[in-house]
């Protein structure tokens, strides 16, 4: 009597086909059927996934580490030459740390970008946490020299060796304590690269701009830009002793990740801009 088979989740490396001489009943062709369906059904349960770096959501609060809480299933492959062999990964809340640096060392190196991965380590036959300043391929979901490798998300590290403390949520990366990467008092315009804080797809950052007026008798505008765009940004500061406000922009940037800014009337306004987060793609 025939009988339905649902499936399992599972990556089968070699289906067994039925030749000749095997006897002639159902199961000589259905073991291949079931090994076949369930290879199907393991793509199917995660073909809608978005990548890992989407899924992830890292934070950093010491300095030190960086925390990954848990991710759900993954498929990875483990074997690099034929037959190729699949593996269902889920990863448990984890930290990256300087021991997970691809080239070692006791430390990071100062003002760098790191990338950090999960996935196949082909040398150890493990899976591993891995972080390198070897970048994600352009789709972000491996790493470009290491397919085995799946990309999670970056981080950078200050002028003393530090993790600067930052969460990421999706593609969206927020810095927990701006810092000034710009300031302006003069209609000459200034240039600040932000190449060294970025990860090398990212290519729109949100800045934070704090704008101080001591003149009580002429109001003063910001101009901002990035770098080899057509058009400035306006921003207006009123007159007034000491008068002060704060505002937020979202910049879009070239392939130099450069912008630039100036005052319009300048004299007794300044403009001081600092980097709160961005988005990598």
């Known amino acids: 009597m025939a009988t339905q088979y649902p499936g399992t989740e599972a990556d089968v490396t070699e289906i067994t086909i039925p030749d000749d001489n095997d006897v002639a009943d159902a ?20 073909q809608n996934d978005q990548p890992l770096n989407i899924r992830s959501y890292l934070r950093s609060t010491d300095f030190a580490k960086i925390d990954i809480s848990p991710l759900s ?3 990875q492959q483990i ?8 593996a269902q990964v ?29 996935g196949w380590d082909n040398g150890s036959s493990t899976f591993k946490r891995k972080i390198s300043k070897n970048i994600p391929d352009e789709k972000l979901v491996f790493q ?25 949520e999706g593609d969206y990366y927020t810095i927990d304590n701006p810092f000034p990467v710009l300031s302006t008092s003069g209609t ?12 090398t797809y990212a290519r729109k950052v949100r800045l934070r701009i704090k704008m101080i007026n001591t003149s009580t008798a002429a109001t003063d505008k910001l101009l901002i830009s990035a770098v080899g765009a057509p058009d400035f940004q306006e921003i207006v500061i009123g007159k007034g002793a000491d008068v002060q406000q704060m505002v937020t922009i979202d910049l879009p940037l070239r392939t130099n990740r450069e912008f630039q800014a100036k005052m319009d009337a300048g004299g007794s306004a ?11 793609r």
């Open 144 to 168: 470009k020299v290491d397919s085995f490798l799946k990309y999670v998300g970056s981080f950078h590290t200050d002028s003393f060796k530090r993790v600067v403390p930052y969460s990421k």
């Open 188 to 199: 000459t315009l200034v240039t600040a690269n932000l190449s060294s804080f970025l990860p």
């Open 79 to 86: 074997r690099a030459f034929l037959p190729y062999r699949y």
């Open 27 to 46: 199961e000589s062709v259905n073991r291949a059927f079931r090994a076949l369906r369930d290879s199907i059904k393991l793509g199917l349960a995660t």
């Open 90 to 118: 889920a990863w448990n809340a984890d930290s990256f740390t300087v021991l997970d640096v691809d080239t070692g060392g006791a430390s990071f190196d100062a003002s760098t970008v790191y990338y950090c991965y999960l």
């Open 73 to 75: 299933t993954w498929i």
């Open 270 to 280: 300044i403009g001081i801009i600092s980097l709160e987060g961005w988005w990598e």
